[in-house]
């Protein structure tokens, strides 16, 4: 993949510019511990096996199916999206980039343009991506609550870009889907302890070390 000729990238973040997926786990597992940790359990499994589904969908899904409870009030979804941010926001801010990351998104920056297309809520993610020094690589920053599908949908419609010319590099089946409900190309990035959660056919790489030229 060292010597790829696409017109655009479009990049997940979580999992694949930062190492920030198990950040996201811990403050999932923390929000609903005190509704005890069979709750927990369920929770966790539910977001690692959905990742690239925004936490608003999370919420609601935790609350219909696992406490039981009337539909969340929009005050309440709020008072979660709060206590979740104040967990997460600092903590991805530090956290590792994946390896070969910065490189490939500085190299290709120079050549292309670049997106971000994330689950994580679109101020949020630009606050962080702003902070971690990354803005002026990207052309568009694009988060919840927008589909993944839909984001990668306009980036094509409003850049002109042919599918087929465009990589999307994902960490979960939500990235893998919207590239294929898009026709674009589709990496995936499985860290090496985690799991794969792609189809036999997807290509997955460890890290991004070797798009590096």
Known sequence: MKNFDWQAIIFDFDGVIVESGKIKTQAFAQLYRPYGEDIVEKVVQ??????????????????????????????????????????????????????GAMELIRQQAEKIPLFVASGTPENELKVIVERRGLTPYFKEIR???????????????????????????????????????????????????????????????????????
Do not use: W
């Not at 969908?57 to 206590?83: G, M, S, V």
């Not at 898009?182 to 997955?204: S, Y």
């Open 46 to 99: 539910f977001h690692t096996q959905n990742g690239g589904m925004s936490r608003y969908r999370k919420f609601r899904h935790f609350q219909q199916h696992f406490l039981n409870q009337p539909p969340l009030t929009e005050t309440q979804e709020k008072e979660l999206d709060i206590r979740f941010s104040e967990l997460v926001v600092e903590a991805v801010i530090a956290a590792e980039a994946v390896p």
């Open 143 to 213: 988060g919840a609550p927008a589909l993944k599908q839909t984001i990668i949908a306009e980036i094509l419609s409003t850049y002109a870009l042919k599918p087929e010319t465009v990589l999307m590099i994902g960490d979960a089946v939500a990235d893998y889907e919207g590239a294929q409900v898009n026709n674009t190309a589709f990496l995936g990035r499985v860290h090496p302890h985690d799991p794969n959660p792609f189809p036999a056919q997807v290509k997955i790489v460890p890290d991004l070390r070797g798009l590096v030229a």
